[in-house]
């Protein structure tokens, strides 16, 4: 199995060493400086992920790509996810083809839904529209990509997108079709929608154990067969950090794990967070935190509980320094990926 081993960044407004929140300005060149060293120690892929709040720095996934993009060489560079029900297909595509063309074919989208809401009103849909916006822009976004990567230009009839008629997108993109993914929470329907489509799955996992999303795995291997589509790859993400021992990993991760949750829970409703939840979802769920020993474990057993082929995790959590991210990427290339790749040789 050729296995891809990739981070994961939203640009989460971090804290310098006295404490206080970093510019957003300063968190996107750091989020760049992260990028670089993620080439450098072996990491496959980065993905950026896109948020229009006060408690993230990235909005543009594609530009901050662009710069990691001039100063690396081998580093895959995608999305985390592409909020695709309240962007234009054409565009993301374009914009895609463009990082494509810049990184001399190192580009990838994962386009999803988004766990975060604030984007339909910025650019103008109404939330009343979520589902049926995404599932025709998805079927938007695979013609596009199908058709232009066969030389055939695109006609569209719309009802929340926009009509084409014989439409070709530039630049084109220069080997084969864009590569792309669906994500998916955890709903059975995007799991068919993806296979549907016949794009790679990746699973966002956000808490629980890994082995819970097996069957979704299965529910997607199944449906692929049934659409006659050809066997594509699985790929999951989930939460980290690594750091010399379990202890210091657990010590660094916390507060700024709770930070966060605390945050995106009292808006969505979920019970507080502690430090005994935290540490039984470091101990049985997805979160990879601890020593390279103890995290390349974690991934080695969650990569075989889904048959994946990626695994990514999401390197920044809420005001975690940019110090201790950068020390994370770094064990994380040198250590817990050759790791990982003698478990599961």
């Not at 993905?47 to 709040?53: A, F, K, T």
């Not at 700024?256 to 945050?263: P, Q």
């Amino acid at each position: 199995m050729n296995l891809e081993l990739g981070i994961d960044h939203f640009g989460d407004v971090t804290h310098d060493a006295a404490g206080q929140p970093l510019s957003h300005a300063q968190v996107v060149r750091n989020v760049v400086e992260e990028g670089v060293l993620a080439d450098a120690v072996g990491v496959d892929f980065i993905g950026m992920g896109e948020h229009h709040r006060d408690d993230f720095a990235v909005s543009s996934p594609e530009m901050v790509l662009a710069a990691i993009a001039a100063r690396t060489n081998r580093i895959r560079l995608g999305s985390a996810v592409t909020v695709l029900s309240s962007d234009d297909p054409v565009r993301v595509y374009e914009r895609y083809a463009t990082l494509d063309a810049l990184s001399s074919g190192r580009a990838e989208v994962i386009l999803g839904r988004g766990s975060f809401t604030e984007s339909f009103p910025l650019f103008g849909y109404e939330l009343g529209d979520y589902e049926a916006l995404f599932e025709e822009k998805l079927a938007l976004f695979a013609t596009l990509r199908r058709d232009l990567a066969a030389g055939r230009p695109v006609s569209w009839q719309g009802t929340h997108a926009q009509s084409l008629t014989d439409v070709t997108l530039y630049p084109p993109v220069e080997h084969g079709a864009l590569p792309a993914w669906v994500a998916v929470g955890g709903s059975p329907q995007s799991v068919i929608r993806a296979a549907h489509h016949g794009l790679p799955l990746m699973l966002a996992i956000i808490g629980g154990p890994v082995e819970r999303f097996a069957p979704f795995a299965d529910l997607y291997r199944r449906a692929l067969a049934e659409f006659g589509q050809p066997e594509q790859r699985v790929g999951y993400h989930s939460f980290g950090h690594i750091a010399e021992t379990d202890e210091q990993a657990i010590e660094e991760f916390y507060d700024a794990w709770f930070a966060s949750v605390s945050r995106i829970g009292s808006e969505r409703g979920w019970s507080a967070p502690t430090r005994a939840s935290f540490l039984h979802e470091v101990e049985h769920g997805s979160m990879v935190v601890g020593s390279p020993e103890t995290a390349a474990r974690k991934i080695a057993a969650g990569v075989k509980a889904l048959g994946a082929s990626r695994f990514d995790v999401k390197v920044s959590t809420g005001p975690l320094s940019h110090e201790r991210i950068m020390s994370s990427i770094e064990l994380y290339g040198t250590k817990v990926a050759p790791l990982v790749k003698d478990m599961l040789a």
